[in-house]
């Protein structure tokens, strides 16, 4: 028995990647029905190789009948219509922040704390966390497990997919604009990005912290651990998709690289490319289209007592954002609707 599943915001970035992975990783949908504003209606959405489905108003759609929701259409527009859908009886993935912090919503990856998805039933919906938390817990989990972390030091170097199409369409004129003389024209970001770095990703807060610094804060501590102590610079980088990350732990007990090369190893989710030589790592480039998180420069830290360097990269709009979401919607489908159907 297959499910109908709706995907809100079908015509962005991750809406896109979401149908591709759901027909990538043959979920067992009945029915899939794209959703997006009313501008959008109309156009067609490719759902695999071979399916194409036209675009329906996310406004005027009755949720009445979906299983499932995958959705990703901003925060502002999942706050009106997340719960709609789940009033409805389907049961929502969200893949904006609007649902994050709320603590009768849980905030999920699966292969870190699956059991979570458990808690859908108060709300009927289940949050997928920031992109840049997604790739970093997947990589702290087993470490978290062989040696308790104490502290947290991360420099994230994000992609600019990660602002949406409109941010990546922005890097590529400017690109261009440099080399052949043209005018920068700044619109989605405060300064310019091409061959440039911006330490700037969402609004600033009243300490200094920007929002998506404030975010792998407080996601870390939900998903993983309270007790874990985080400090985060975010950073938007020149680079269209696939997000970086420089990453400091301090650990309660002793671990040496080789004790956690060899527990991220065996990790789920997680490829471990460490060659201390010349491309014996991955970068943003090398990951786009992959599924993994990729961890290479594992090594220790002689600074501070048992303490390990780690270099992490993620295709944001994969695992990052629409993979992610799938995954909880397959744990959801074999451990829970198949259970609350029968």
Not at 64 to 78: N, R, W
Not at 207 to 220: C, H, I, N
Not at 240 to 253: D, L
Not at 309 to 332: C, F, P
Request: glycine share 6%; hydrophobic share 45%; net charge negative.
């Amino acid at each position: 028995m297959g499910y109908k599943v709706a995907v809100v915001g079908a015509t962005g970035n991750v809406g896109r990647e979401i149908m591709q992975i759901l027909a990538e990783r043959e979920f067992p949908v009945d029915e899939l029905v794209a959703l997006a504003s009313e501008r959008s209606v109309g156009s067609e959405a490719s759902f695999g190789e071979d399916n194409v489905v036209k675009v329906q108003d996310l406004a005027k759609f009755d949720f009445k009948g979906i299983d499932i929701v995958l959705s990703s259409p901003g925060a502002k527009v999942s706050a009106e219509h997340s719960p709609r859908a789940a009033r409805a009886g389907a049961v929502v993935i969200d893949n904006t922040s609007h649902f994050r912090m709320d603590p009768d919503v849980p905030l999920v990856v699966p292969e870190v704390n699956p059991d979570a998805i458990a808690g859908y039933t108060k709300k009927g919906i289940i949050a997928n966390p920031n992109c840049s938390t997604i790739q970093m817990v997947v990589a702290l989990k087993p470490l978290h497990d062989l040696a308790t972390i104490r502290r947290v030091v991360v420099a994230t170097y994000q992609s600019v997919s990660g602002a949406g199409k409109e941010a990546m369409d922005e890097l590529f004129r400017q690109t261009r604009a440099i080399y052949v003389n043209d005018p920068i024209v700044k619109e989605r970001f405060p300064k310019q990005i091409a061959f440039n770095v911006i330490p700037h990703i969402d609004v600033f807060m009243d300490d200094g912290s920007t929002k998506e610094e404030w975010k792998m804060v407080v996601e870390t501590k939900k998903i993983l651990d309270p007790k874990i102590l985080v400090s985060a610079t975010c950073v938007r980088v020149p680079v269209f998709i696939g997000h970086s990350e420089a990453v400091n732990i301090e650990f309660e007990n002793p671990v040496s690289a080789d004790e956690a090369r060899a527990a991220l190893t065996r990790a789920p989710g997680v490829t471990v490319i460490d060659h201390r030589a010349a491309e014996g790592y991955v970068t943003p480039q090398e990951c786009a289209g992959e599924d993994a998180v990729f961890i290479s420069r594992i090594r220790e830290d002689s600074t501070v007592e048992n303490g390990l360097n780690l270099w992490i990269v993620s295709d944001n709009l994969r695992k990052g954002a629409a993979l992610n979401a799938v995954q909880i919607a397959e744990v959801l489908a074999d451990r829970y609707l198949k259970k609350r159907a029968a």
